[in-house]
T-cell receptor
Framework: GQSLEQPSEVTAVEGAIVQINCTYQTSGFYGLSWYQQHDGGAPTFLSYNGLDGLEETGRFSSFLSRSDSYGYLLLQELQMKDSASYLCAVRSVTWSWGKLQFGAGTQVVVTP | GAGVSQSPSNKVTEKGKDVELRCDPISGHTALYWYRQSLGQGLEFLIYFQGNSAPDKSGLPSDRFSAERTGGSVSTLTIQRTQQEDSAVYLC?????????????FGPGTRLTVL
């Protein structure tokens, strides 16, 4: 079957580093995306990993290991504005190109 | 426009009524998507359009749900005979194409409440 798992909540202090893991069981896995969603807001794209390894975009980095069916999003130098839900999403070659399957999201709470 | 827009932002309806939700994608985006998000849940894929055709309708929960897209632009999601379990935020997104890695740009959503 298809499944996507990520922790429900992570709490950290300002300035800290947080790693949000995402494990998947997806036939024909093609790639992993990350989106940020503030409370009551629309999801916004953060990163995409189509190949194994690390992708860095400013304070945020994303990693993928296909052999482990696992990826993570790393948030560095946490700021209060980073308090949000972070959603991982997978694509599969067995689906249409347009279909993304999203995880339930990880709520990151940043404290002073 | 500058971003994806959706209307209405909020819709309250009675069980059994039909509702129409509208999405205006970013100009030039050929791919359009509808998702549903229930309280505290992730996004549930509903349907994907490439141009005016829908290659993937696999996420529509029942035949009460339908969607169309005209002129390669505006899309309407229609829910007939609404049920209380249809209550959710309905999100629309668009992208330049439907290929892998193409960033999806989301609208603010329509919050549907079925009484």
């Amino acid at each position: 079957g298809q499944s996507l798992e990520q922790p429900s909540e992570v709490t950290a202090v300002e300035g800290a580093i947080v790693q949000i893991n995402c494990t998947y069981q997806t036939s024909g896995f093609y790639g992993l995306s990350w989106y940020q969603q503030h409370d009551g807001g629309a999801p916004t794209f953060l990163s995409y990993n189509g190949l194994d390894g690390l992708e860095e975009t400013g304070r945020f980095s994303s990693f993928l290991s296909r052999s482990d069916s696992y990826g993570y999003l790393l948030l560095q130098e946490l700021q209060m504005k980073d308090s949000a839900s972070y959603l991982c999403a997978v694509r599969s070659v067995t689906w249409s190109w347009g279909k993304l399957q999203f995880g339930a999201g990880t709520q990151v709470v940043v404290t002073p | 426009g500058a971003g994806v827009s959706q209307s209405p932002s909020n819709k309250v309806t009675e069980k059994g009524k039909d509702v129409e939700l509208r999405c205006d994608p970013i100009s030039g985006h050929t791919a359009l998507y509808w998702y549903r998000q229930s309280l505290g849940q992730g996004l549930e894929f509903l349907i994907y359009f490439q141009g005016n055709s829908a290659p993937d309708k696999s996420g529509l929960p029942s035949d009460r749900f339908s969607a169309e897209r005209t002129g390669g632009s505006v899309s309407t999601l229609t829910i007939q005979r609404t049920q209380q379990e249809d209550s959710a935020v309905y999100l629309c997104a668009s992208s330049l194409g439907g290929g892998a890695g193409n960033e999806q740009f989301f609208g603010p959503g329509t919050r549907l409440t079925v009484l």
